[in-house]
């Protein structure tokens, strides 16, 4: 095909492939996003890891813990340390790692000791105060207690989807069926596309220009998808885990952005090959 004439149907057939091509390359890009970002488990935990969560989490807790004993007239000075820091998180990451999977060894029972423990941590504070107040050892009264910071601490901490799991590794292993494939029928439209005409430069300038509108297409994508964010907010409960949801999405429409702005920078080196050849030619 490389010895035919630039007539008519080359260059119908040139502008529908380099069309074909930037659907492809955009789908391929997006596969990719979605395979390293949008659901990277990995980067899920992080995220419901991190230090600014799990206090928020703690906080949260800790509030409610606090109330119960001011109400029943006990020391919460010493909260704090039932609380840890650490013993948190590992709560919150056994939960997040048991409903998505990112880590072995946590699963749903991993995540119910964390917190028990936590809370076994909690009675015996409660026995050592009631004590050391001389008051009357009411065993099922601590055990209620406890099992009520118990509730609420597996409560704070339920954000899970049932099938996320699922959900996310389906989603990753599609991501890359469809990644695999569509690097396939790039490669061959490509290639096609390159061998249309008499004037390779054309060719090229077309696949060139097939990046440069996939590039500029999920640039756009981003933008909008930031706008539709600013303008309607989505309604989470609590605050916190919004804020963490949004930044989350944020990142994802980010990485869109990112992807969009190297596919113009490869646009940018096959234009320079363009200029090349054609200077070439003349």
């Known amino acids: 095909m490389a010895n035919l004439p ?3 149907s080359s260059k119908v057939l040139r502008v ?9 390359i955009v ?8 395979k390293a970002v949008f659901l990277n488990k990995n980067d899920i935990e992080d995220r419901f890891t991190d230090y600014e969560y799990v206090s928020s989490v703690k906080n949260s807790v800790l509030e409610y813990t606090t109330d119960i004993y001011t109400m029943n007239g006990l020391d919460s000075s010493s909260l704090d340390s039932v609380f ?5 998180r590992e709560a919150v990451k056994a939960y997040i790692a048991g409903n998505i999977g990112s880590s072995p060894g946590y699963n749903e029972d991993t995540y119910f000791e964390s917190v028990r423990k936590i809370c076994d941590l909690l009675e015996t504070d409660l026995t050592h105060q009631i ?10 009264s601590i055990k209620n207690i406890s099992q009520s910071v118990n509730d609420y601490f597996v409560d704070e901490l339920d954000i899970s989807h049932p099938k996320a799991k699922t959900m996310i590794n389906t989603g990753a292993v599609a991501s890359v069926v469809v990644m695999c494939i569509g690097l396939f029928f790039v490669i061959s439209v490509g290639l096609t596309l390159f061998f249309i005409g008499t004037k390779r430069y054309r060719s090229v300038r077309a696949i060139g220009i097939s990046f440069y509108t996939a590039g500029l297409f999920e640039i756009l994508i981003s933008v909008m998808a930031c706008v539709v964010f600013e ?9 916190y885990l919004r804020e963490l949801v949004m930044n989350y999405i944020y990142h994802c429409i980010s990485s ?6 190297f596919l113009l920078f490869i646009g940018l080196i ?3 090959i363009v200029w090349k050849m054609r200077r070439r030619n003349n």
């Open 256 to 261: 869109v952005a990112v992807s969009g702005c």
């Open 131 to 140: 004590q050391e107040k001389g008051l009357k050892n009411d065993t099922q």
């Open 231 to 239: 303008i309607k907010h989505i309604d989470i409960f609590p605050v």
């Open 16 to 24: 529908f492939l380099s069309f074909v091509l930037f659907f492809l």
């Open 6 to 8: 630039e007539n008519k």
């Open 84 to 88: 840890d820091d650490e013993a948190v």
């Open 270 to 272: 096959i234009s320079v």
């Open 27 to 34: 789908l391929v890009n997006m596969s990719v996003c979605s």
